[in-house]
């Protein structure tokens, strides 16, 4: 049988949101352009707001703690504003030239590498430098 090739978990966001199939684990629906979001930074997985509000509100311990529900990371702070992907935009609206929940400004987040990221606002990991340019070559 032929192997699909592999796309990174970036790519397989962009793609799920592109297409509304895109779903949070929490309640299972379709996560809409228009949803308020919550992206943990562990794991990328995008979640509506409202059901992490709630499951932190039902699950976290007695310091205040609470564990996001894909990667098990523990998290003290609580999520209050919906916030782009590269978290510069409050409230981000939906357009016709952007990615939902992005700004489409570019990234510049930075990771494990001084360079910041050169892609426009996006989910999943921030790409170093040198992945990058791998791409364009």
């Known amino acids: 049988s032929k192997r699909l090739p592999k ?15 895109l ?3 929490i309640c299972c629906e379709k996560i809409k352009a228009y949803a308020a979001t919550f992206n943990c ?4 997985h995008i979640l509506h707001m409202n059901c992490i509000k709630t499951w932190i509100k039902n699950s976290k ?3 205040g ?9 523990c998290n ?4 209050n504003d919906y916030l782009c992907f590269c978290t510069k935009m409050k409230n981000p609206t939906p357009n016709r030239n952007d990615l939902a929940h992005s700004c489409g ?3 510049l987040n930075t990771s494990n590498c001084p360079h910041p990221c050169q892609l426009r606002c996006h989910p999943g990991e921030i790409s170093s430098f040198f992945s990058i340019k791998k791409l364009k070559f």
């Open 41 to 44: 930074t562990n794991c990328y």
């Open 61 to 63: 311990n007695e310091q």
């Open 105 to 107: 400004d570019m990234c």
């Open 7 to 21: 796309i990174s978990q970036r790519e397989q966001l962009i793609k799920d949101i592109e297409s509304n199939s």
């Open 65 to 73: 703690e609470w564990r996001c529900p894909a990667c098990n990371q």
């Open 76 to 79: 003290k702070q609580r999520p």
């Open 23 to 25: 779903e949070c684990m």
